[in-house]
């Protein structure tokens, strides 16, 4: 096995083990007792975690993601020496968006793992990275729906990623960043529609159900009927 090959292999490993790392779930132990996927939407990422503890918590939380997803492009390129390697390094944070919707601590369940992804994104190009955060920003200022322009984002970055000025890519090409874009956004579409598992509330259709996953990122419609549910009403975790 060449140097490369071990190299990236095992930041592969690295990466998943990072990924994860529940973070927010063992500070809702630590600092709470609480476990997080028993309160509020039920993941176990920096928006729910600061609906429980407060709305300071949601930055250190993100920072913390986005560090996960940017950490092993940045050490594989800069210390590593990867960028010969440049697609099968692009490889990389998707193992950390895996480990962290996937996470072995947690029963093979996780987060939405969008900060790992929007962190990957930064590490590879902090103005691409920008510009999405700008298109999102914007979305939600005027119709105060998160979860559907961030949809929005998913579908988009990957077509805006082809179009890219590649002299402000910091790793890979057009291409890479347009395939890590797009296989991303679908592991986190896949996470949004299984949900962890989570069984459909009583008197909704699948369909429905899924149509609000897809869409809203949880089952039903109404967001603070959603918040307000009580812990027989969801799955047991245990």
Do not use: C
Not at 24 to 33: E, V
Not at 38 to 66: C, E, P, R, T, Y
Not at 120 to 135: D, E, R, T
Request: no cysteine.
């Amino acid at each position: 096995m060449s140097g490369d090959a071990a190299a990236l292999i095992g930041l592969w490993v690295v990466a998943y083990l990072i990924g994860a790392l529940p973070v927010s779930y063992l500070l809702g132990r630590a600092l709470r007792g609480i476990d997080l996927r028993q309160h509020g939407s039920g993941n176990v990422g920096a928006s729910n975690f600061a609906s429980q503890f407060g709305k300071k918590w949601w930055l250190l939380i993100a920072v913390i993601d986005m560090g996960r997803g940017a950490g092993p492009v940045v050490v594989g390129h800069y210390a590593l020496g990867l960028s010969e390697a440049s697609w099968w390094l692009m490889l990389t944070p998707l193992f950390a968006i895996l480990g962290n919707g996937w996470s072995p601590f947690l029963r093979f369940t996780g987060g939405r793992s969008v900060g790992v992804w929007a962190g990957a994104i930064a590490g590879m190009s902090p103005l691409f990275f920008a510009a999405g955060l700008v298109l999102y920003v914007l979305g939600w200022r005027v119709t105060r729906r998160s979860a559907e322009w961030l949809l929005v984002v998913m579908i988009a970055l990957p077509a805006m990623a082809m179009v890219w000025p590649e002299r402000l890519l910091l790793v890979g090409g057009n291409e890479q960043l347009a395939v890590f874009a797009a296989t991303g956004a679908i592991l986190m579409l896949v996470k949004r529609l299984a949900s962890n598992g989570q069984p459909a509330p009583e008197g909704l259709s699948r369909s429905a159900v899924l149509l609000n996953r897809l869409l809203r990122d949880r089952d039903i419609a109404d967001r603070e009927e959603w918040l307000a549910r009580t812990a027989e009403y969801r799955n047991d975790p245990s």
